[in-house]
């Protein structure tokens, strides 16, 4: 594999990681926003 392909590589390697880390941090709050407005409806009872 040449060196324009092996960077080409990377780059497509390192969006696919960032795309993934925005799809866990969106996961993530909304999992923890799901949980909060659940306990606020809790205490609110």
């Known amino acids: 594999m040449g060196l324009i392909g092996e960077c080409c590589l990377a780059g497509v390697y390192r969006n696919a990681m960032h795309v993934c880390a925005v799809q866990n941090a969106y ?18 009872h």
């Open 27 to 44: 996961n993530t709050g909304k999992s923890a926003a799901a949980g909060l407005l659940l306990r606020t409806l809790i205490v609110a």
